[in-house]
């Protein structure tokens, strides 16, 4: 009987040396891609659904900070992100959630990201972004000399 059990144990401890050596030859998990320097914000014609009440699970270690659900456009659609512990990328970077703020032409998006983002101009979704405008020629205010401002139509 205790030789049973002594080759029984022999084997585990092989199997467990195998596993093991397996495991050290595993190559590293590969670096998670490079965030955006550039938040670019767009104009959606479609509202974003109502935000989805989610359940903040347990912290899984400290430096982790808890990126809430959003909505986010793909240029098809709304698609929910779900709410999830991530590690901020640099020191003394807080998360900013998604907004959505109503505007002439439809919404304006302004993806979630970290504070450590830039977030650039906002364009129409699926076009480039729009850096400002020209006012017409001849419209507007103009001053006239001694009278203050004047509007011309």
Do not use: C, N
């Not at 590969?30 to 104009?43: C, F, G, Q, V």
């Not at 098809?76 to 512990?85: F, N």
């Not at 101009?121 to 020629?137: E, F, I, N, V």
């Amino acid at each position: 009987m205790s030789k049973l059990i002594s080759r029984s144990l022999a084997a585990a401890l092989f199997a467990g040396a195998i596993v093991a050596s397996a495991h050290a030859q595993l190559p590293p998990p590969p670096p998670p891609p490079p965030l955006p320097d550039e938040i670019r914000p767009a104009i959606v014609e479609i509202a974003p659904p109502p935000l989805r009440v989610e359940t903040v699970v347990a912290r899984p270690g400290g430096g982790y900070v808890w990126a809430k659900g959003y909505w986010d456009w793909s240029g098809a659609g709304w698609a929910w992100i779900p709410g999830r512990w991530v590690v901020a990328p640099a020191a003394r970077a807080t998360w900013i959630p998604a907004r959505y703020t109503r505007v002439s032409g439809g919404w304006e998006y302004v993806p979630a990201h970290w504070s450590t983002q830039r977030v650039v101009a906002a364009g129409k979704a699926g076009r480039a972004p729009a850096l400002g405008h020209k006012k017409a020629r001849g419209k507007g205010h103009a001053k006239a000399k001694g009278k203050g401002h004047q509007k011309h139509d």
